[in-house]
Nanobody, 120 residues
């Protein structure tokens, strides 16, 4: 059973930094794209950043220049380095993967989320 597990969230003051990690496990054949999303109460989940297997990345305009997404493909691990954090970055951050798991192409593999809270 494919699963993702996030870690690294916490409470930080504005201007501070956090590094989130996400490890994939269970029936992995290949992972093409991994991504970070975030969600706050009453709002829809939004895309924060993506990284493809070839290394191409993209970012939401609100985080570009402050966040860096990266992956260690050999260890099936995704990272999000978050610098210059702002209160509006407060959210539950979710890891997502697109790839082949247990013989099926999937884009709906999600972690349980990790809370990031940025105080002003």
């Amino acid at each position: 059973q494919a699963q993702l597990m996030e870690s690294g969230g916490g409470l930080v003051q504005a201007g501070g930094s956090l590094r989130l990690s996400c490890t994939a496990s269970g029936g992995i054949f290949s992972i093409n794209v991994m991504a970070w999303y975030r969600q706050t109460p009453g709002k829809e989940r939004e895309l924060v950043a993506t990284v493809a297997s070839g290394g191409n990345t993209n970012y939401a305009g609100s985080v570009k220049g402050r966040f860096t997404i990266s992956r260690d493909s050999a260890r099936n691990t995704l990272y999000l380095q978050m610098n210059s954090l702002k209160p509006e970055d407060t959210a539950v951050y979710y890891c997502n993967a697109r790839g082949v798991f247990n013989g099926y192409v999937r884009d709906d593999v999600w972690g349980q989320g990790t809370q990031v809270t940025v105080s002003s």
